[in-house]
């Protein structure tokens, strides 16, 4: 299976809104409901950040929303703040019954 | 409090067997309420979903690793192992065990992470 596809790389500025955007296929996104979101620090595990598309888990600010059409799912960041900076990872389920990763995406806090 | 701890040999030669036990502390593997999985990360690279287990016994594999990948759970322990055949440096990575409750389809708590490296 082939993994998502994010972009390597988004930046704001402190305040600023940034989305990231996660690419399947019909056979994960685009059959599913089942998206999550993981933000990761350098050198510690990922931490889930949104679920089932957009739901956030307790604890979760409200800043991070999901959203997704079709084939594309969506992490927006809003009020970005300097704790922000980090790799952040979707993932889906799909018709294999599997997971599959995105490539991971870098944001960068001005 | 939940908590996974992977743990198991730091090194692995090549075309061995990498065996790796996760402890679970704070929730039963055999509630029923949800999968074990295991996800490992190369250096520098993306994540990798590569199985899971069920407390029936049931398990899922990553499609691409499973000819060589096995997960088996000791509930009276409350530990779920991975092993990996015939390992390569391409093996080489973080390996995370984590908890993908049936009602989030997300893995919602993780443990640290253990580096196994596997010599060219």
């Known amino acids: 299976q082939s993994a998502l596809t994010q972009p390597p790389s988004v930046s704001g500025s402190p305040g600023q809104s940034v989305t990231i955007s996660c690419t399947g296929t019909?056979?994960?996104?685009?059959?599913?409901?089942?998206v999550s979101w993981y933000r990761q620090p350098p050198g510690t595990a990922p931490k889930l950040m949104i679920y089932?598309?957009?739901n956030r888990p307790s604890g979760v600010p409200d800043r991070f929303s999901g959203s997704k059409s079709g084939n594309t799912a969506s992490l927006t960041i809003s009020g970005l703040q300097a704790e922000d900076e980090a790799d952040y990872y979707c993932?889906?389920?799909?018709?294999?019954?599997?997971?599959?990763f995105g490539t991971g995406t870098k944001v960068t806090v001005l | 409090q939940v908590q996974l701890q992977e743990s198991g040999p730091g090194l692995v030669k090549p075309s061995q067997t990498l065996s790796l036990t996760c402890t679970v502390s704070?929730?039963?593997?055999?509630?029923?309420?949800?999968?074990w999985t295991w996800i490992r990360q190369p250096a520098g690279k993306g994540l990798e979903w590569m199985g899971r287990?069920?407390?029936?016994?049931?398990?899922n594999y990553n499609p691409s690793l499973k000819s060589r990948v096995t997960i088996s759970a000791d509930t009276s322990k409350s530990q779920f192992s991975l092993k990996l055949s015939s390992v390569s440096a391409a093996d080489t990575a973080v390996y995370y065990c984590?908890?993908?409750?049936?009602?989030?389809?997300?893995?919602?708590?993780w443990g640290q992470g253990t580096v196994v490296t596997v010599p060219s």
């Open positions: 984590a908890r993908d409750p049936a009602a989030l389809d997300a893995f919602d708590i």
């Open positions: 704070g929730d039963s593997i055999s509630s029923g309420r949800s999968y």
């Open positions: 287990i069920y407390t029936s016994g049931t398990t």
């Open positions: 019909s056979s994960d996104i685009g059959n599913y409901n089942r």
């Open positions: 089932d598309v957009s």
């Open positions: 993932s889906s389920y799909t018709t294999s019954s599997s997971y599959v």
